[in-house]
């Protein structure tokens, strides 16, 4: 007899409204300078939105996030896979990607404010410098998993090294590439709020900014629930993206868990 299992969907939403009822629960009894609850949260939600504010922020904050996310996929994949395949570069650059993601972005912010000033360019910059390096060292490691047996069928074929790196290596490294690239989506949200507060206040940064400064604590969660739900629905994004690119992944996947 097969075991009945809840969806996940199912699980998901229970699990979601069980939070929402417990944090309106313990919410409402604190002081509404010191923390919120979803009801209030709600209501400034509505508020923000009926004003115009909430979607001229989310523009001005949108613009510099996707296009600094979609510059570290366009440098961050080719990236990663020519330092995981050829080891003269491994050597050459993996010292600097491995620092790269280590380095505390923040104390370069004035830096790149002098180099860019305190517009568009320099929000798109962080966005960019904080999430290449998640994708480049995945897609890195995905390379460097590929069995040896693959390449060598290929070298047997008298297959090139571009036509090895397009046919067979970067097909098996797509799980890495895909993982990193959802890593990357919370380091771009986190750049984002980050370029807002210390370059030109604007966009969501600027509502979080001007509701704590009043201290309006329930206004100051709608950016963090928004810029939260977003991240979330990005990763389900990608996630449908790689189930149509890597199908058998999937089912590879759905195999080894239960």
């Known amino acids: ?10 699980i998901t939403t229970l699990s979601v409204l069980f939070f929402l009822l417990l944090w309106e629960a313990l919410g409402s009894l604190i002081n ?3 923390g919120s609850y979803p009801t209030a949260i709600a209501e400034a939600f509505w508020d923000l939105l009926r004003s115009g504010q909430l979607g001229k922020a989310m523009v001005q904050s949108l613009q510099p996030f996707l296009l600094g996310y979609v510059l570290a996929i366009i440098i961050g ?4 896979l020519v330092v995981g395949r050829f080891r003269v570069l491994e050597a050459a650059l993996g010292i ?8 505390p972005l923040v104390a370069l912010v004035p830096l790149l404010v002098l180099w860019l000033g305190l517009g568009f360019a320099v929000k798109a910059a962080i966005v960019l410098l904080m ?9 890195w490691l995905g390379v460097t998993a590929v069995p040896k047996s693959l390449i060598d069928v290929g070298r047997s074929f008298v297959a090139s090294d571009l036509t090895i790196l397009r046919r067979i290596i970067l097909p098996a490294t797509l799980p890495y590439i895909m ?4 890593l990357a989506v919370g380091r771009a949200v986190v750049a984002m709020v980050i370029a807002e507060f210390f ?3 604007s966009g969501l940064g600027a509502i979080i900014i001007n509701a704590a400064n009043n201290f309006d604590t329930a206004t100051m969660f709608v950016p963090i629930v928004v810029l939260m ?4 629905g990005l990763n389900w994004l990608i996630g449908w993206v790689e189930r149509k690119v890597a199908p058998w992944q999937a089912e590879i996947a759905g195999r080894a868990r239960e």
Do not use: E
């Open 131 to 139: 999430s290449v390096f998640p994708i480049t060292i995945n897609t």
């Open 32 to 34: 509404p300078i010191f």
């Open 199 to 201: 370059t030109a206040i």
């Open 1 to 10: 007899m097969t075991k009945r299992q809840l969806p996940a969907w199912a």
């Open 179 to 182: 993982a990193g690239i959802r």
């Open 229 to 232: 739900v977003m991240a979330i």
């Open 96 to 103: 600097y990607v491995t620092a790269g993601y280590a380095m």
């Open 77 to 80: 994949v080719p990236l990663g």
